[in-house]
């Protein structure tokens, strides 16, 4: 199995002086990479009745899109408020710099499904907790959250626990 981390680019201070940014864009553009990444999330969720791929805008989408027809499963977008144009619902969330509001179709998928929730990174844990209660908001289940990165020591992967989500990345950086 090919090592990920090596192809993660690191931009120090970014978007302020100490934090360490963890650039993924460096695996979408590398085809071969992009494959393995998607070979690997499917790999790691192949034990769950998957009904549906929940992607969190915006680097949500090309992970979870491509995971979604890889699968053979519906995508559900769950996108930046005034994006939708159909009925939403809504969740507003905490931000490290303000507030933000992501929102799903009402009709997004069946109630009683069984969605996995993926996005690029989790730091947090904001963003993928609004994702969790928009589809248990709809009445489909959370089987798990799948992400890239995750920073463990900033604690989202444990709020996600908390929730009774099961949280599975692929690559861990230590440190913010």
């Not at 998957?50 to 559900?76: Q, S, W």
């Not at 844990?125 to 089987?143: E, M, P, S, Y």
Request: glycine residues 10%; charged residues 25%.
């Amino acid at each position: 199995m090919m090592d990920l981390k090596q192809y993660v680019r690191t931009v120090p201070d970014f978007p302020q002086k100490g934090v360490m940014f963890r650039d993924v864009t460096t695996l979408f553009n590398n085809a071969e990479v992009f494959a393995e990444m998607i070979d690997q999330f499917e790999r790691s969720w192949l034990d769950q009745q998957i009904d549906g791929i929940a992607g969190i805008d915006a680097r949500g989408f090309v992970i979870g899109g491509a995971l979604a027809y890889k699968m053979r499963l519906p995508f559900i977008a769950l996108r930046k408020k005034g994006k939708l144009p159909y009925e939403t619902i809504s969740k507003e969330y905490d931000l490290e710099y303000g507030k933000a509001v992501l929102e799903i179709h009402k009709d997004a998928i069946e109630p009683r499904s069984s969605v996995l929730v993926i996005d690029d990174l989790i730091a947090t844990g904001g963003t993928a907790a609004a994702g969790i209660h928009l589809v248990r908001a709809i009445g489909a289940q959370v089987v798990g959250c799948g992400f890239i990165v995750d920073l463990p020591d900033i604690g989202g992967t444990a709020k996600l626990e908390a929730m009774g989500v099961t949280v599975r990345s692929l690559i861990a950086f230590e440190g913010h």
